[in-house]
């Protein structure tokens, strides 16, 4: 049987009109391979796009372009009548907590509703067991979100995406809204549910402290593309591209040492309008090693010289691309 990737991107882009002509290229080409029982991170300034297209993933919003598959299997394959199996193999956790849950439903409600549309039996059952899984008290059952810290209804957002036993997590921001001690938690159980059931997760994020902590490995956006990808250990310690250098540069050391010591990435001007994006490489205008031909020709993702893809002219040529 075919060894096929969780989750795999070909080509994706997701373009809003926005008049008659002019289009928002939130994601504009995204080439993604995930394999099965992996933590991926996504990262990338606000605005490039991770969020769309984690939301397009799971199909919450359609792409206007490219293939995307699941297990082998491209969801364009997928009837309306199999959407519901769909929802068994992949679930979303949501950046807002209160914003994802009803705030009318009690957390027994809210967790019993998928298992009630999907016809799964002994419910009760069930949503203690996933009460368990995620550290809350059977006192929560009764409660409303609203009653909840901050760090417990994210615990019932993982709990509800967990209900149906899916393989696979999307993950948009869940840490962002949390305060830092209870962000630590919310971390150890993700990499905890990882181990013990063997989940695929995607994780979008801009915590990269967190993204090196946990995920195996790593994605980094820009303009709507992915600019590398590759091992965690291998992108953190020794990036191929400008962009991935910078961002990783204003990552704070948490020796006081090494903090005022090191050097950082500067870089000049804004990303460029999503809806105007740049002829040749989108990171050309701010790229203090650009050259001509990275005003000219754009590059594609490609076997960097020291391992991972990546999407610069240097990274594939013989000189080394730092910065």
């Given amino acids: 049987m075919p060894d096929f990737p969780a989750i795999q991107t070909s080509g994706v882009k997701v373009h809003f009109r926005i008049a008659p002509g002019r289009f928002v290229k939130a994601v504009d080409g995204v080439d993604l391979a995930i394999p099965a029982g992996t933590f991926h991170g ?30 082998g299997r491209s969801l364009s394959n997928w009837r309306r009548a199999d959407r519901k199996g769909l929802a068994r193999k992949m679930q979303f956790v949501f950046q807002d907590p209160l914003g994802s849950l009803s705030r009318r439903q009690t957390i027994e409600q809210s967790l019993e509703e998928p298992l009630i549309i999907h016809g799964v039996p002994d419910r009760r059952k069930r949503v203690e067991a996933l009460l368990d899984l995620v550290g809350l008290p059977r006192t929560a059952l009764g409660r409303l979100p609203r ?8 615990r019932v ?87 991935s250098q910078a961002l990783l540069s204003a990552v704070p050391s948490p020796d006081p040492r090494i903090e005022t010591t090191r050097e950082r990435v500067i870089l000049a001007g804004d990303p460029p309008s999503p809806s105007n994006p740049p002829a040749g490489c989108r990171f050309n205008t701010r790229c203090p090693l650009v050259f001509e031909r990275c005003r000219n020709e754009e590059p594609v993702l490609n076997p960097a010289t020291h391992g991972g893809l990546a999407a610069c002219h240097l990274s594939q040529a013989d000189q080394h691309a730092t910065i």
Wanted: aromatic fraction near 4%.
């Fill in 42 to 71: 996504i990262v990338g300034e606000s605005g490039c796009g991770k969020t769309t297209l984690a939301r397009t993933i799971v199909g919450l919003q359609s792409a206007t372009e490219g293939e995307i598959s699941i297990a």
């Fill in 147 to 154: 009653s909840l810290s901050g760090g417990q209804r994210q």
């Fill in 157 to 243: 957002g993982i709990a509800r995406a967990l209900a149906l036993d899916p393989s696979i997590l999307i993950c948009d921001e869940p840490l962002s809204a949390l305060d830092v001690s209870i962000r630590a938690q919310i971390v150890a159980l993700f990499a905890d549910l990882q181990a013990k059931l063997g989940l695929t997760i995607v994780m979008i994020a801009h915590d990269l402290a967190v993204v090196r902590e946990i995920c195996s490995s790593v994605s980094v956006m820009y303009l709507g593309r992915i600019v590398e990808s590759g091992a965690t250990e291998r992108v953190f310690d020794d990036a191929a591209h400008p962009y």
